[in-house]
């Protein structure tokens, strides 16, 4: 329990696409990982088993994505105190304001983190932002990481204004 | 389990005003029930425990009521056969609309019967509707409900002829 | 009638292919059906002759969907004690918002079981929830099913541990 | 079946605080009217009855209105030809929006002229500028109701000019 | 004046597409038309000079469809007293949602007969049940109108009943 | 002509409450005024009197305000090439959305500088901003003010840190 | 400084296309411009030395376009006076709604004049009659840019008239 | 540095109410707090060096509320690695989802740990439950509070089933 783990849950292998640029950050960053399909609705016994444990297993922060009525990261957060970062899906209908307000709209007592519809990135970012008060040596890589985004964004500054004025 | 039963659970006790509706008709309808306080958040183990044991309490029917992110409906409905009406609560942010969204667009394999935001009576004759399949007596009840509803709209509607025409 | 059957209705025949994710579950669990379109508002007719003969025809369940100011659930509910599940269609505005409210908010008095915006599947598990009431058998089926739809998202979670950890 | 005559119905009685400002207008115009409450739920019955006799009785026109689920104006509109007008009426969830929608987004094939939430008023004047194809009489009245109209914003323009600048 | 004449009205040529539907309908039904592509915003005199003129040009009714800040079915419909049949039209943001409340919300005083977004064939129904008060003989090809919509919904379900049952 | 001119325009003297915090802002910076209760629907003729006549009245920016289907800010604008600012004005349904909408959403060509709901105060600073390119004296008030209200919430602050650290 | 300028400013490269319909626009009406692309978000300090430079740069107006909880107009608006106009870019979920909210619902005392949903002409468009009041020649250019819309307007009218009357 | 410390920010001293639900379970935990008053629009300076000395001066989690167009969670967030949590305020219009969008819809890269609408209870305990990574101390507490909680359902379970079976 000496190195950082983030537990990433998704409510079916169809967010998995969603879900992977979540993963891609966190090896950037280092972190070790547990990547798990678990229905909050279709295998409710694995999702307690799953976040009951959690702690006993060295999980520092959860991040738990879902679509439509989206209860997964709710069910999580209710069965254990480990953060929990809820990444609201996009599905077919209703532009993903149903997995949005599923997720954000916790009743007093359990709070979700959520992030915006299909955040992924921002919810891998989170964790490690959250991992840092324990391990700060991911501080400055949090502050590198940022570094390096201005630097693109002041490339594309550069880019435009060469294009353009 | 020879005559019918209805389960109603709210999320919290102050959705017992929007709940008492539905208790008062399946009062009059003569349907024995268990009224419980369980959040699907706040006390996750007594969800797990009602919705697990309800078909072996003869249990027929299910109504439950949530606000805000109302998973409760849907995570009793994860937990059990027994059919789960899904009563959104109104609360103090967003008209309802979170709560309606949290409970109806539940994902593919487990359903739960929605009525409209704080439609709490036509949960209790939906619950009517569904008993009357295993209970024949209540259809007729349910006719004679329906015929006295029928009445009460033709009064006004005299009245409403003699004031107005 | 001493086997289960289920009316399942669209407005249109353009619905049929999100009917039809419901009429094979149905045929599934072996449940007897009649399959019909009948428009509330290009055939109202049909809508009352259907509807007022259902239980004469020995009909458990009704399944209605339709799009838009979607009228079909309640104008049929109106006409029968017969519960009536209503499936919400999304069609080219709107994201299908226009069809859930216009399905879920029925006014007190006669209920109309709704479910996810094009949730068909949710449909035909829901009329068999509400079957098994009264064809006890129905129940070890749902149970089987359950388990299937468990063991499908395990395999699932095995194959991304194996592909992501 | 010489002088106008519109029919005003409303789903529920209640919603006569609504409608009677609609009927005020009709009185002002000098209209004759049938009022109802008429409810398409509760109903249908008299739903039917009343729309199908509504060209043979004269009336010339029909305005519905409902709220919530409101699916009375579309009820109507399917068992007659006269032209019906809908007012969605705003309850007590969802500020309006489900009446509004299951209004004005009518399938393909019966049109209901849907106004403004609450807009009874608007409603009661759509009414007179149709029936005025008919009755010509009736289009010098409206000019000079709208002059009125006009001449009232002239005098609120004068006052705050007068306070204000 | 002896004909029933129909001006419809587009905020843009890109409206063609959803507002030749109404067209072909008009058509069908024998009404003579005045087509015209009026912007209430980049030509405002175009539309003063169209609505004033509308009633001694012999338009009993005005077709009017626009998207996203729709104002020309009111600018219109604050010009004349013919009554304005106002289509919202779907553009590239908000789903028509904008269209729809920017010509259904009229304030008191003047009123727009609003159809369904994007519904030109509703427009073009309601269209002719306005002329039938003016000229009856199209009340009866009104019904055989919605005669053949029966028929081919009727046709519909038995192909349906065929294929499924 | 040489001294800073606004017009504030309200579709309904009822708008002036929400109205009267604009003619605050523009008295505290010394901006001459018109002050006009215009009607787009009720009294169009005024509406294209007032703003094809504005720019030889001297006025500079224009601010109008409206609520429901609010055209308003946006006819006139289509007359003028004097700036409109548009504040949406909630009404009784909808919660400003539909103003906001009927507003903002404007199509190519004419735009409306939309601030937010009951947003009359930022219509003024607004309007005081556009001004200060021509008369360059307001820019440095214009900084004054913001210094003030930095100065406001740097006093709140101390309040609050003294009371709750 | 004695030519007109306008910083066109955008969060992210890939808003390009929405903005470039606003750069054309300034080009031919001869605006000199800044074009930028700074996130309020990963290059905050860019956007505080940009905004506190604009004055006396001789920016007269500055248009930022942004999507998503869309910071950057209102940001940028808070560290000048110079007025802002804010384009909303619709972004993958949410269909513009976000980015609406976010920029034009600013609280009091820093305004932000908000355009249409990818509006970018109108936000061009805006910043030039902005312009007119301290570039008199504009104005002209601007009446001559609108009547060249009217006449493609009326240009269009012709030929749909020839087409369809 | 070696105690928990959590800043607590809001846009202006009228979200006092809101956020003192959170401020008094910060007290209940025990955790050092900051509270303070910056307009992330009215005093940008303020809020650049807040955020920027957050972590200099020992802040472990920083709460940030605001309303409408809610920038001040996303702004402190673009300036500090320390995570912020962000509760969007119920202003006057959109009741709270103009907040919560401008909040929780942050771009890829900086993100915001975003909770209900109002919800600051669960802003403080999500704080504390980040906080329990670096003071595992605080785990137990939030073990103890749950319990409380569920008791506390537990406790009107019971009045309840009393009451009402």
Redesign the interface.
């Known amino acids: 329990m000496n190195s950082p783990k983030v537990a990433v849950v ?4 169809s967010d ?1 696409p969603v879900v992977g640029r979540a ?1 891609e950050i966190l090896d950037k960053f280092g972190i070790g ?14 999702a ?1 088993e799953f976040a009951e444990g959690a ?1 006993a297993r060295g999980v ?2 959860i991040i738990a994505a879902a ?3 989206a ?1 997964l990261p ?2 999580l ?3 254990t ?3 929990v ?1 809820g990444i609201p899906v ?1 599905s ?7 997995s ?20 992924s ?3 891998a ?2 964790a490690v ?6 391990y700060p040596e991911l ?1 400055q890589r ?2 590198d990481y ?1 570094k390096q ?2 630097d ?3 490339q ?2 550069l ?3 060469d294009k ?2």
């Open positions: 998704m409510g079916s292998d998995l993963l990982k547990e990547v798990r399909v678990i229905s909050a609705h279709r295998t409710p016994g694995m307690v702690e520092d922060v679509g439509k009525a209860h709710g069910v957060a209710a069965l105190t480990v953060p970062i996009k077919s209908t209703m532009d993903g304001l149903d949005l307000l599923s997720i954000v709209q916790m009743p007093k007592g359990i709070p979700v983190a959520t992030v915006a519809i299909d955040g990135e921002n919810a970012l989170l932002q959250i991992l840092s008060l324990k501080r949090l502050k940022r985004m201005a693109d964004v002041k594309k500054d880019e435009v204004r353009l004025t």
